[in-house]
């Protein structure tokens, strides 16, 4: 649990850091486009100040106000339930350079309180003495994100502190309902920001041109129960901004969406914050329980499957329900996990694998080492009961061979002896349990399992007689004596496991029959053989071997005679 509790933390941290909250963000947007184009509220209609408009009506922009009143006029007589003005400037109509319309706009919006004018609230500017005259006034500015994006908007704003302005799209919704053809909304006397449903891209509300509706040539009906907003969508205008669907979306036309999101009962919101903390907690909780069961192939597979699952149901949620949970921290509780539960499996095989290569890299071969690391069972260092086949030998009259040779040439022949035993041994995939002074122990079957450990140690014992007698040959000038060694091997269960102290420890095998193979080592002295098995490793290695009965022979500390032979040769 501390690792998933750890990533989760580290998640949620790093989620709060710019990139990952624009990242975020973006999520909204791939959700709007995902979903595609909706219809958008039948009730709503832009009256545009376009390009065929500036054509056709051959006058500066700023003396447009007396064609705007009579088309607010005709949007009125023809049924509109309101009317919304975007980026037309009141001090425009007051003017005395501009009196030309400006009078009968004015005297229209302080008549008619379903005709909605439109302001830019500035920080440091106050509202004109005209625009605090008039009741029927919202204010214009948007909403943008971390990255300039338009995806939600303010309903009411506050300027200065504490004093509540509509804005543009709440105040056209209050307009209509103020005549009964909406249900009002709640003024909320603290700011309040709705996540904008856009529609689709710009151009998905329908749109008349200012010049037609001026002039008479718009369908019958066209304003029968319309909430209508006036505004430039040329493609000169200025006005422009980025949204989801688009980076070059006319004002009027995101006031537009702002409407269909109040107007379409289908209003998006985020999900509480206690829910994407827990959505991360789960989602990390059953990663880390698919990890900690599956390799990390698997685990990458399953990683990928259940971040796309949780992408899906986010977006199934959002569709459905209009709530927006968070994508982007979730889907990196995932991969956090997934680096926490193998990071930290791979740091614990690292030090299994120095702890296995410092117990037996001297003692078995590096074949046998290699076996070790890769078994998927991993090794049981703690203890275990095994069959194994069990080897001693030691040098025939060792302590009359160390009086007779100085200590440097004796340790270099007992170096040259044991350098070829060990390296007979590691070929026959042995392990070395110790050096025995002039002796060495061995065995087979522990760490790796080897069903044909008696047979791999009666092959080596084989092998060093051989060696033995080539040593014999080679020093025989330099001996007092014939060089020889005896050997003695039993086979059957130990227990082997790593003991030792808490300083030194080492792997090895314990056990009454550990010390059978002991006690048959010395016996060849009796019988005048090199090297005596018991009759547990016979029945292993007789159809393979030429073996002589010895007899039954009391091995001390055993209560019962233990059957012996003498392995003559090897024939395997």
């Not at 290695?541 to 040769?569: A, F, N, T, W």
Request: aromatic share 8%; proline share 5%.
């Amino acid at each position: 649990m501390p690792p998933v509790l750890a990533a989760a933390a580290a998640v949620w941290t790093a989620g709060s850091l710019r990139p990952f909250e624009i990242l975020e963000l973006r999520t909204l947007d791939a959700f709007l486009k995902w979903r595609g184009t909706e219809a958008p509220s039948k009730s709503l209609l832009i009256v545009g100040i376009d390009d065929k408009s500036l054509e056709e009506i051959q006058e500066p922009y700023a003396f447009y106000a007396r064609h705007i009143a009579r088309a607010i006029q005709t949007a009125l007589d023809g049924g509109a339930w309101a009317v919304g003005l975007d980026a037309i400037q009141p001090r425009e109509y007051v003017n005395p350079e501009f009196k030309r319309g400006s009078r009968e706009m004015a005297a229209l919006l302080r008549k008619r309180r379903d005709v909605v004018c439109a302001y830019r609230l500035y920080p440091d500017i106050q509202a004109s003495t005209f625009l605090r005259s008039l009741e029927n006034a919202g204010a214009v500015n948007l909403t943008r994100d971390l990255d300039g994006v338009v995806r939600r908007q303010r309903l009411v704003f506050e300027h200065p502190p504490g004093v509540p302005r509509p804005g543009l799209a709440f105040k056209i919704h209050q307009a209509a309902a103020s005549r009964g053809f909406l249900k009002a909304l709640r003024a909320n006397p603290q700011p309040e920001t709705v996540i904008i449903n856009y529609a689709g891209p710009g151009g998905t509300v329908p749109r008349l041109s200012l010049v037609d509706v001026y002039k008479g040539r718009t369908p019958a009906g066209a304003f029968k129960d319309k909430i209508v907003l006036i505004g430039d969508v040329s493609a000169e205008g200025q006005e422009v901004h980025m949204t989801p669907f688009s980076a070059d979306m006319p004002g009027v036309e995101v006031h537009a969406n702002v409407l269909h999101t109040l107007l379409s009962g289908r209003r998006l919101a985020g999900a509480p914050g206690w829910i994407n903390v827990l959505i991360v907690l789960i989602l990390a909780a059953m990663a880390a329980f698919i990890f900690s069961v599956s390799g990390a192939g698997m685990g990458g597979v399953a990683a990928f499957v259940l971040s796309g699952a949780y992408a899906v149901g986010a977006y199934t949620c959002f569709i459905r329900g209009g709530i927006k949970l968070e994508v982007v921290r979730p889907l990196m509780a995932v991969p956090a996990v997934y680096a926490a539960v193998y990071g930290r499996r791979f740091a614990r095989e690292r030090k299994k694998r120095a702890l296995v290569q410092g117990l037996f890299s001297q003692y078995v071969a590096p074949e046998v080492v290699r076996e070790i690391l890769t078994r998927k069972d991993g090794l049981k260092l703690s203890g275990e009961t095994r069959e194994v086949t069990v080897l001693f030998s030691d040098i025939e009259n060792f302590s009359t061979l160390s009086e007779k040779l100085p200590p440097d040439q004796l340790v270099m022949l007992l170096n040259t002896y044991f350098s070829a035993m060990v390296g007979i041994l590691f070929k026959e995939k042995g392990t070395l349990g110790k050096f025995l002074g002039d002796g060495l122990m061995a065995y087979w079957g522990a760490p790796v399992e080897q069903k044909d450990h008696a047979e791999r140690a009666a092959r080596a014992a084989a092998a060093m007689c051989a060696q033995v007698a080539d040593f014999a040959d080679q020093w025989q000038s330099i001996l007092p004596f014939r060089f020889n060694v005896r050997i003695g091997i039993h086979t059957g269960e130990v227990i082997a496991g790593d003991i030792g102290s808490v300083a030194h420890r080492e792997y090895t095998v314990i056990g009454d029959n550990v010390n059978i193979a002991a006690r048959l080592e010395p016996l060849n002295k009796q019988f005048g053989s090199r090297m005596m098995i018991s009759a547990a490793t016979y029945e292993h290695v007789k159809h393979k071997s030429e073996c002589r009965r010895l007899g039954s022979m009391q091995v001390k500390g055993k209560d019962i005679p233990v059957e012996v032979y003498e392995l003559s040769s090897w024939k395997g």
